[in-house]
């Protein structure tokens, strides 16, 4: 995998295209169009496969969220019909012969190219549709247009999706022979990730990487390199990939508000399952792989 897993995707946005008006009722009338139905981030799965409907073939005891319509999500490859795509949020799963409603975290990794995009897509503007019915500039209702994509507000003011980059860091020794790793309060006991945090205003994404790392491990890093990027709609993080060094590398003061241990571990130790790592759904599991395949092999 040479992106992270929520970073594939297969589908044409087209953007133009759903700037059209009544471009969802027109698709809604192509039989070619598929419908992909979330709740909350869970979506109806089978043999692998996220269950796209066809717009004659939902059923009719699907609770359907009143205050979101379906909504454009781009046009899939020729391989994958051709046709139109469209999210629908729905209250509750329903039933669906033969498939399980399963989480994006669950899925995420497992999904091919088409399903992973497609998926992560449909549950970030659901939320957004979900937590967004009026104007944060002065509390009026605000009505969908752009095929789901924007709110506009009485006074005209137009409100789009929001995304919060944040940072997530591996950092290693100079010697690149170990990475640290903390814990979270907020994690079971034994789970270890890598350092996170959001970027403030007016901040650079590499001031976030030394910032967050100081305040949450006491070290000073230096050399912050860009590994990669993916979506995270939980619910609504953009998290932003990066490794950088420490040349102290005993300077470790971990915050004890939010982080509540940090380690060193080497490859050796992560191989051994020495402590719980991220799930493969997460960026951090990718650039935890990546880090441990520069030695000898990713993890079993």
């Known amino acids: 995998m040479q992106v992270p897993p929520l970073a594939r995707s297969a589908l044409d946005r087209d953007h ?108 970030a503007l659901g939320v957004w549709q979900r937590e967004s019915h009026h104007s944060p500039i002065d509390g009026s209702p605000a009505d969908f247009e752009e095929s789901g994509w924007v709110r506009r507000d009485a006074s005209g003011g137009a409100h789009f999706p929001r995304t919060d980059p944040a940072v997530i860091v591996a950092i290693h020794d100079r010697a690149d022979e170990r990475i640290l790793l903390g814990h979270n309060a907020a994690w079971p006991e034994g789970r270890y990730s890598l350092i996170a945090g959001f970027v403030d205003p007016g901040e650079s994404l590499e001031a976030a990487v030394v910032r967050e790392v100081h305040e949450e491990t006491g070290l000073t890093v230096v050399e912050p390199r860009y590994l990669g990027s993916q979506p995270w709609p939980f619910p609504r993080s953009l998290m932003i990939g990066f490794e950088c060094v420490a040349d102290d590398t005993e300077a470790i003061r971990p915050d004890g508000v939010e982080i509540l241990d940090v380690r060193w571990f080497t490859r050796d130790e992560l191989r051994a399952g020495a402590v719980r790592l991220p799930g493969r759904t997460s960026i951090a599991a990718w650039i935890i792989d990546a880090w441990l395949a520069r030695g000898e092999g990713p993890r079993s």
């Open 16 to 123: 133009a295209a759903r700037l059209a008006p009544g471009a969802v009722a027109r698709a809604l009338e192509d039989p070619t169009t598929r419908i992909v139905v979330t709740a909350g981030d869970r979506a109806p799965v089978r043999d692998g496969a996220l269950v796209r409907f066809p717009p004659d073939g939902l059923p009719a005891h699907a609770a359907v969220d009143p205050l979101v319509p379906l909504s454009w999500l781009g046009r899939a490859s020729s391989s994958q019909g051709g046709g139109v795509v469209l999210s629908l949020l729905v209250a509750e799963p329903f039933d669906v012969p033969g498939a399980e409603w399963r989480s994006l975290r669950e899925v995420g990794a497992e999904l091919d190219d088409a399903d992973a995009g497609a998926l992560v897509q449909a549950v």
